[in-house]
Antibody
Framework: EVQLVESGGGLVQPGGSLRLSCSAS????????MHWVRQAPGKGLEYVSA????????YYADSVKGRFTISRDNSKNTLYLQMSSLRAEDTAVYYC??????????WGQGTLVTVSS | QSALTQPASVSGSPGQSITISCTGT?????????VSWYQHHPGKAPQLMIY???NRPSGVSNRFSGSKSGNTASLTISGLQAEDEADYYC??????????FGTGTKVTVL
């Protein structure tokens, strides 16, 4: 059974930093691209970032480019999202998502990030 | 990257069919086969319903079907059931090598 478990969310002040982690199990982690998707309160889903299976290629939405860094450790089956220079508009539930055939076939339950003073 | 355009809400009676549209551009929906659809019940993780325009993952009811014409993709739910009441999002690969979601559609079963 595929499982994706996010951690690291919480309350952070504007301008602060936070690192999210996603522990994956139930599939060959090193064979798949992985993504982060977020949903702000009362808003729709928003693509945040993606990383290729070997970590060699990374992609970002314009809204987070230069502030967020995606990475992965295939030896630990773990995906990361390092977030810095956080803004109030980054407040959202962040989902760790497994990629497959240009879609997101498995989602974690999400972790809430709140940026507020 | 601008969000794909979906109707804010669609409703139907049990047993009816409804269709949700998803309009983009030739740089996303119109240019690639990687269009997918997601069902999202608030408080739960989204679920993949359709991938590559019209393919259903194992375990998804055949009442859900997808299609695409030009820059517009569509999701049809036939034989509408109470459990289908949820938010639905489309997504597409883009020419920037990223992905973009639709604005979301709230489906109400009357």
């Amino acid at each position: 059974e595929v499982q994706l478990v996010e951690s690291g969310g919480g309350l952070v002040q504007p301008g602060g930093s936070l690192r999210l982690s996603c522990s994956a199990s139930g599939f060959t982690f090193s064979s798949y691209a992985m993504h982060w998707v977020r949903q702000a309160p009362g808003k729709g889903l928003e693509y945040v970032s993606a990383i290729s299976s070997n970590g060699g290629s990374t992609y970002y939405a314009d809204s987070v480019k230069g502030r967020f860094t995606i990475s992965r450790d295939n030896s630990k089956n773990t995906l990361y999202l390092q977030m810095s220079s956080l803004r109030a508009e980054d407040t959202a539930v962040y989902y760790c998502v497994k990629g497959n055939s240009g879609s997101y076939d498995y989602w974690g339950q999400g972790t809430l990030v709140t940026v507020s003073s | 990257q601008s969000a794909l355009t979906q109707p804010a809400s669609v409703s139907g009676s049990p047993g009816q069919s409804i269709t949700i549209s998803c309009t983009g551009t030739s740089s996303d929906v119109g240019g690639y086969k990687y269009v997918s659809w997601y069902q999202h019940h608030p408080g739960k993780a989204p679920q993949l319903m359709i991938y590559e325009v019209s393919n259903r993952p194992s375990g998804v009811s055949n009442r859900f079907s997808g299609s695409k014409s030009g820059n517009t993709a569509s999701l049809t739910i036939s034989g509408l059931q109470a459990e289908d009441e949820a938010d639905y999002y489309c997504s597409s690969y883009t020419s920037s090598s990223t992905y973009v979601f639709g604005t979301g559609t709230k489906v109400t079963v009357l």
